[in-house]
């Protein structure tokens, strides 16, 4: 269900699309909290001659596309959710490279909802696409929804 | 800015060796969060910057955000591939056990398969993983780069 936590999604749920430009403290920013020194996310001034979005930001699609689906557990905004939740696999394929100025539309659903030993786990696909249809990135994550098993402390 | 040619299946790739900190957490998720509104942010409390909120939660203590060691693989598969990961890239990580305050994590790759392609590009499977100081293995993956002129 759209609207309430995010543990409330369910398998099927189709996100509502959300789109920004990207920048460049965007990218500098988050290649910055990695350590990732390569110039290629951090200005134009590389062999490129273009400044790239870290592929791996797609983690942060997400958050935006939870924070605009999700309105009781709007992370960005500060709000947390009945219990902490835990990334358990990313899978990232890059299918063009996206640049600073560009436009990106991300959109996505959800494949599956499922407990496995005790643990829920919901299974989210995203795409990313640049205004003009160019496919950025496919991903595919699971995240753990509440970490504490059913009777412990 | 292709990746070098030539990569032999069992070849290894070096990634970084790095400690993880409080102060690495928390310029994860302050850049995340600050990615996400295009200004500077500063992460609150979560299991991964407040131990006691890790505790009550059922970790032993604070942990990193997985995402920290997928962008060290991400970093290694950049500085082995070039644009070729950047572009015809993939990345799958999973987070086998939580990595807490104070490992001291390998980053590491291994090539797995190298297959030409119709076009006369190599295709590279590569293992990567991140393991502590003992050798254990706390992340998981594998990796694709379709390599132009490889």
């Known amino acids: ?153 | 800015m292709s990746g070098q040619p030539g990569f032999n299946v069992g070849d290894e790739l070096v990634g970084p060796v790095r400690a993880i900190t409080a102060q690495r957490i928390e310029w994860y998720d302050s850049a995340m969060l600050s990615a996400a509104t295009n200004e500077l942010r500063q992460v609150g409390s979560n299991i991964h910057t407040d131990p006691e909120f890790a505790r009550s939660e059922g970790f032993p203590t604070a942990n990193a955000d997985g995402m920290i060691m997928t962008n060290w693989c991400s970093e290694m598969l950049l500085r082995t591939f070039g644009m070729d990961y950047l572009e015809r890239g993939e990345l799958r990580t999973k987070y086998i056990k939580p990595v807490n305050l104070g490992v001291h994590l390998h980053v590491r790759g291994r090539i797995r398969e190298a297959m030409k392609q119709p076009s006369g590009s190599t295709l590279y499977t590569i293992d990567v993983w991140c393991e502590d100081e003992h050798g254990t293995k706390l992340v998981d993956g594998d990796a694709k780069v379709d390599v132009a002129r490889g």
Not at chain 1, 79 to 95: F, I, L, Q, S, T
Not at chain 1, 102 to 131: C, F, M, N, Q, S
Request: positive net charge; charged residues 30%; contains cysteine.
């Open chain 1, 1 to 153: 269900m759209l609207g309430g936590y995010i543990s409330d999604l369910e398998k099927g749920d189709v996100f509502k699309p959300v789109e920004y430009v990207i920048t460049a403290f965007m990218c500098s920013e988050y290649a910055h909290g990695t350590e990732e020194t390569s110039e290629l996310f951090h200005s134009a001034r590389n062999r490129a001659g273009r400044q790239f979005r870290p592929p791996t930001m797609i983690h942060v699609d997400k958050m935006r596309i939870l924070e605009a689906n999700c309105d009781k557990e709007r992370r960005i905004a500060g709000m947390k959710g009945p219990d902490a939740r835990v990334h358990y696999e990313y899978h990232a394929r890059h299918h063009s490279a996206a640049q600073v100025g560009e436009k990106v539309i991300v959109t996505g659903h959800i494949v599956d909802k499922y407990v496995k030993r005790g643990r829920p786990y919901l299974w989210y696909y995203l795409e990313v696409r640049t205004a003009d249809g160019r496919l950025v990135t496919t991903y595919n994550d699971l995240t753990v929804l509440r970490y504490k098993t059913e009777g412990a402390q």
